[in-house]
Antibody, heavy 119, light 107 residues
Framework: EVQLLESGGGLVQPGGSLRLSCAAS????????MSWVRQAPGKGLEWVAA????????YSADSVKGRFTISRDNSKSTLYLQMNSLRAEDTAVYYC????????????WGQGTLVTVSS | DIQMTQSPSSLSASVGDRVTITCRAS??????LNWYQQKPGKAPKLLIY???SLRSGVPSRFSGSGSGPDFTLTISSLQPDDFATYYC?????????FGGGTKVEIK
């Protein structure tokens, strides 16, 4: 059974940093592209960043470019999102999604982790 | 960036009704269009991929159609479990973008 378990969310002050993790199991992690998708309270879905199966190619939304970095450790079957210079508008539930990549679709999603940016 | 416009943003329907949700891309995206269902407090679930392919395990009352810029999600006979928010999403190019969502509520 495919499982994706996000962690690392919490309350952080504006300008602060946070690193999210997504632990994967039930499939061969190293062969799947992955993405982070977020949802602000009461709002729709917004793609944040994507990474290829090898980690050699990454893409990110303009809204987070230069502040957020997606990475992965295939030996640990774990996806990461390093978030720096956080803003109030980054407050959202962050989901990791398997296979969410250009030309494909998000087959499995984690349960999400809430990031709140507030003083 | 490719903009995805869904309509309506919400609708009220009864069990057994046929429901249609539309999604329009700001440019041609061939068939790179996916549909997700999301219930409150839960992660999105993939329903339809590549415009018209039903994901395994998804009830056959769900169907998708269209290509280029215009797409449709149809629920042939709405069931109690179908009350949720539905999102379209293009995977033609980055940034990967979603429609604004359609909330399906009980009439």
């Amino acid at each position: 059974e495919v499982q994706l378990l996000e962690s690392g969310g919490g309350l952080v002050q504006p300008g602060g940093s946070l690193r999210l993790s997504c632990a994967a199991s039930g499939f061969t992690f190293s062969t799947s592209a992955m993405s982070w998708v977020r949802q602000a309270p009461g709002k729709g879905l917004e793609w944040v960043a994507a990474i290829s199966s090898s980690g050699g190619t990454t893409y990110s939304a303009d809204s987070v470019k230069g502040r957020f970095t997606i990475s992965r450790d295939n030996s640990k079957s774990t996806l990461y999102l390093q978030m720096n210079s956080l803003r109030a508008e980054d407050t959202a539930v962050y989901y990791c999604a398997k296979d969410f990549w250009s030309g494909y679709y998000g087959t499995y999603w984690g349960q999400g982790t809430l990031v709140t940016v507030s003083s | 960036d490719i903009q995805m416009t869904q309509s309506p943003s919400s609708l009220s329907a009864s069990v057994g009704d046929r429901v249609t949700i539309t999604c329009r891309a700001s440019q041609s995206i061939s068939s790179y269009l996916n549909w997700y269902q999301q219930k409150p407090g839960k992660a999105p679930k993939l329903l339809i991929y590549a415009a018209s392919s039903l994901r395994s395990g998804v009830p056959s009352r769900f169907s998708g159609s269209g290509s280029g810029p215009d797409f449709t999600l149809t629920i042939s006979s709405l069931q109690p479990d179908d009350f949720a928010t539905y999102y379209c999403q293009q995977s033609y190019s980055t940034p990967l973008t979603f429609g604004g969502g359609t909330k399906v509520e009980i009439k």
